[in-house]
């Protein structure tokens, strides 16, 4: 069972470990279309996102990702 809870503009999602899981695969999926279909830098985009869902876990080593380069102006 997965739970939300939205309070002052945090959101908190409480899931088992079996759901954290699935949800890990998924981001997999989608960073591999993504780098597929959009490109390098929105696979590096969804990396970063699983890198700080996993922040202060210790059983988990980051992805390594080049910093975010800024947006390019017209």
Do not use: C, W
């Amino acid at each position: 069972m997965i739970t939300f809870k939205r309070e002052a503009g945090v959101v908190t999602i409480v899931m088992s470990d079996h759901d954290y899981a699935r949800l890990l695969m998924a981001l997999g999926y989608v960073a591999v279309r993504a780098n597929h279909i959009a490109g390098r830098e929105e696979f590096y985009s969804i990396m970063r996102v699983v890198n700080e869902l996993n922040a202060g876990n210790p059983q988990f080593t980051p992805y390594e990702v080049p910093d975010e380069e800024p947006p390019i102006e017209n």
